[in-house]
């Protein structure tokens, strides 16, 4: 029994407050007053006697995190944190200088061309890591900076062409400048040993240690699962730990070229992905439509606004198709006949357009809700159209801190206007899921939820309004997206909210975190739990 002020989120708004809840067998089974509560309690009856200050709330599911991915990219070099391109080749000559062996590949990710000025280039590389295989993804996960070996060991030279949905960005006379954007950078990766296993099982949990710690109690992996019958990778990893105490749930999502081997191993979504119930279940087929905002890449229905040093015969730049749109029809079709929903990145509103049409026809096939991943640009025609058709948007309000600026000049006078609405979204009756896609973002989900409320950050320059401040949201409403709308998209109704018959699923954290009025770098935005019980069950105590 835990008694103190709790936010059940019954109801469809507010907090839904309550004096007390009972929890049995891993479930809510009474809420209401401490006397109404009190009467369900037996002599064995565990107290949990919430402090002056704090308050109980759902535990949160983060809708679009890279778990895998990121639980090695904790272990690579860090350059989301160097503000310079000059900090961040320290880092590399640093890493270089450390790594003995000359074959091994320097692997990293976090760079920023806006933040650094431009965009990093091979020599750079060669200059701090001479004669080494280097590469090093962009903080979107959208562009590739490699090393002059890296390149050679790929076989890209000035006539290799663009590949479909991707790019080589090229220098004087046509040579491969060091970035790979989109699919151009599978030339590279594919030359990459592939982590095994046992790596992804050793770093998966503790990662998953760090997110219960923070409150998070599910996951949606976006990109962990290319199906393997030998389960040599991420889905062995993910296979096995379905049979451990894994400390949250997690649905891992299944790669595109991976359909054909899912549809022989019989997976669909929903199910666990181990011999036993665990908590890894089988989530979405992940498509992607376009890019990025940041690469320029993403797909539009206007082009891009001009850049400083674009000439007037430039042709415009409506960015990049990854996957045409009848290909992803098809492909959402081919999944949903074998009972798997599919997911579809789509950040430009040319893409949204397209993820909506492919992913229409597949509602109601499967146990899990079709999604548009990102939805940060969506045109005002398509907003009614997720509710009418059935579609979530998946969406990372933390995004917006490191957008808004180039949001701005790169979208222009659409960015606010239709740029990352999630009111609009709401007022048209769709479901939104909120997540914080790292480790492309920080793992914390706190300062995603102060942005969803303020829409600005105090990194802005002095002086820069809110950005769009008509799509901002209540607390309690982004509370509730950030506790039920990941659960709703998994078809999962017994999660998200502290209600009899939900899972007991909750996290204590400070009262003045749920106090207006917000600020990004204010009480919620800096939320550590004192308590997260996962299934009733004590997952982190501070």
Not at 165 to 182: F, K, N
Not at 409 to 429: C, K, N, T, V
Not at 503 to 518: F, M, S
Request: proline share 8%; charged share 20%.
């Amino acid at each position: 029994m835990l008694t103190g002020a709790v936010a059940t989120l019954a109801g469809d708004r507010g907090f839904g407050w309550a004096e007390a809840i009972a929890i049995r067998g891993g479930r809510v089974v009474a809420a209401g007053s401490r006397a109404e509560v009190e009467a369900t309690a037996g002599r064995q009856t565990r107290r949990i006697e919430l402090a002056p200050g704090e308050v109980a709330i759902p535990g949160l599911t983060d809708a679009h995190l890279h778990l895998a991915d990121a639980a090695l990219a904790a272990r690579s070099v860090d350059l989301g944190s160097a503000l310079t391109a000059a900090a961040g080749l320290r880092r590399i000559a640093a890493a270089h200088a450390a790594e003995p062996d000359p074959e091994a590949w320097l692997l990293g990710h976090g760079w920023d061309r806006d933040r650094w000025g431009g965009w990093p280039s091979a020599a750079a590389l060669e200059a701090n890591a001479p004669g080494r295989r280097a590469a090093f993804w962009a903080h979107d996960h959208h562009a590739l900076w490699v090393s002059a070996t890296a390149l050679q060991v790929a076989g890209i030279g000035p006539g290799t062409p663009d590949p479909a949905g991707g790019s080589i960005r090229r220098g004087d006379q046509g040579l491969p400048a060091g970035v790979l954007h989109e699919s151009a950078s599978a030339l590279v990766t594919a030359r990459i040993p592939a982590p095994t296993a046992d790596r992804y099982a050793e770093a998966i949990p503790a990662l998953a240690r760090e997110l219960v710690r923070l409150g998070v109690v599910a996951v949606h992996d976006p990109g962990g699962l290319a199906a393997d019958p030998g389960l040599v990778g991420a889905h062995g990893a993910y296979a096995r730990l379905s049979e451990t105490d894994l400390p949250l749930r997690v649905h891992a999502c299944l790669r595109s070229e991976s359909l054909p081997t899912a549809a022989e191993l019989g997976l669909r979504s929903g199910d666990s992905l181990g011999p036993v119930d665990g908590r890894v279940r089988v989530g979405w087929l992940k498509l992607f439509a376009d890019g990025t905002l940041g690469s320029r890449t993403a797909a539009l229905l206007e082009p891009f606004e001009p850049e400083p040093g674009s000439r007037a015969g430039d042709p415009p730049n409506h960015g990049i198709w990854i996957m045409p749109p009848d290909r992803l029809g098809s492909l959402a079709e081919d999944a949903a006949r074998l009972g798997i929903a599919s997911q579809i990145h789509a950040i430009g509103d040319a893409a949204v357009r397209a993820a909506l049409d492919a992913l229409g026809p597949t509602v109601g096939r499967t146990a899990l809700q079709p999604r548009v991943e990102h939805s940060q640009l969506v045109d005002p025609a398509d907003l009614p159209r997720f509710a009418a058709l059935g579609v979530a948007a998946s969406v990372q309000p933390v995004h917006v801190r490191s957008d808004a600026g180039q949001a701005r000049r790169l979208w222009g006078p659409r960015a606010e206007r239709s740029g990352y609405a999630w009111r609009s979204l709401l007022d048209a009756g769709a479901t939104i899921a909120f997540g914080t896609d790292a480790p492309v973002e920080p793992i914390d989900p706190w300062p995603g939820l102060a942005m969803a409320v303020t829409r600005r950050s105090p990194d802005w320059e002095p002086g820069m309004p809110a950005f769009g401040p008509t799509e901002a949201l209540d607390l309690a409403t982004a509370l509730r997206l950030a506790c039920i709308g990941g659960p709703t998209t998994a078809g999962e109704a017994d999660r998200g909210r502290l209600v009899p018959g939900q899972r007991a699923d909750l996290a204590v954290v400070p009262a003045d975190a749920l106090a207006e009025p917000v600020a990004f770098d204010g009480p919620l935005g800096r939320v550590r739990p004192r308590l997260v019980l996962v299934d009733g069950q004590v997952a982190h105590e501070a």
